[in-house]
């Protein structure tokens, strides 16, 4: 049992390029989110989906886009990376909407 | 913004001590929740309070909610050095969002 599996673990990518967060969980859970998390601000959620198929925005969705085909899988799109985006991101899921998270390992994204 | 904010920032006890952290919100929620955060890692979950409760136990964590206050408590009795970590509450609303506060970091000194 795996949890919730994160790929890459690090990245660098230079200002305007684009690339891809993967996040998969193996655990059938329904609700699925990705936050970043910057120093002195805590975990900010970026979208967040509750089931497959639907998605909606969190506070701060600007620059990214998601996607929820399979309950399984739920990546992060950078369209366009800006040095702001620089952070730590995390994907977590939850069996059902309001449950405890589990959490993956995160992705540390600089951008340059 | 409904992110809880955490109190105090920084926390640095003994070993053996008891550590407490606050967390205030500014909004109704459905529930609380309360996550670790160890240096460069994920958060796990500790333990989940709903609206209707006003204290929960599990092992030596101790949460306490007051709704009338927006304020909830999270107590880690007989400290020890593995509890050093980054402490966050996260609030979660009917609007299907979790929101996190910036986190209490707590150092236990051997």
């Known amino acids: 049992n795996a949890g919730v599996t994160q790929t890459p673990k690090f990245q660098v990518l230079k200002t305007g390029q684009s690339m891809t967060l993967q996040c998969a969980q193996d655990?059938?859970?329904?609700?699925m989110s990705w936050y970043r998390q910057d120093p002195g601000m805590g975990l900010r959620l970026i979208h967040y989906?509750?089931?497959?198929?639907?998605?909606d925005q969190g506070e701060v969705p600007n620059g990214y886009n998601v996607s929820r085909s399979t309950t399984e899988d739920f990546p992060l799109r950078l369209l366009s990376a800006a040095p702001s985006q620089t952070s730590v991101y995390f994907c977590?899921?939850?069996?059902?909407?309001?449950?405890?998270?589990?959490f993956g390992s995160g992705t540390r994204l600089t951008v340059v | 913004s409904q992110q809880g904010e955490e109190d105090p920032q920084a926390l640095s006890i003994q070993e053996g001590e008891n550590a407490t952290m606050n967390c205030s919100y500014k909004?109704?929620?459905?529930?609380l929740q309360w996550y670790r955060q160890n240096s460069g890692r994920g958060l796990v979950h500790l333990i989940l309070?709903?609206?209707?409760?006003r204290e929960k136990h599990s092992g030596r964590l101790r949460v306490t909610l007051d709704t009338s206050k927006k304020s909830s408590s999270l107590l880690i009795t007989a400290s020890r050095a593995a509890d050093t970590a980054s402490y966050f509450c996260?609030?979660?609303?009917?609007?299907?969002?979790?929101?996190f506060g910036s986190g209490t970091k707590l150092n236990v000194k051997p």
């Open positions: 309070i709903r609206s209707n409760e």
């Open positions: 977590a899921s939850s069996y059902g909407v309001g449950d405890g998270y589990t």
């Open positions: 996260a609030t979660y609303n009917n609007f299907n969002k979790f929101y």
């Open positions: 989906s509750v089931g497959a198929g639907i998605t």
């Open positions: 655990m059938n859970h329904e609700y």
């Open positions: 909004t109704s929620i459905n529930n």
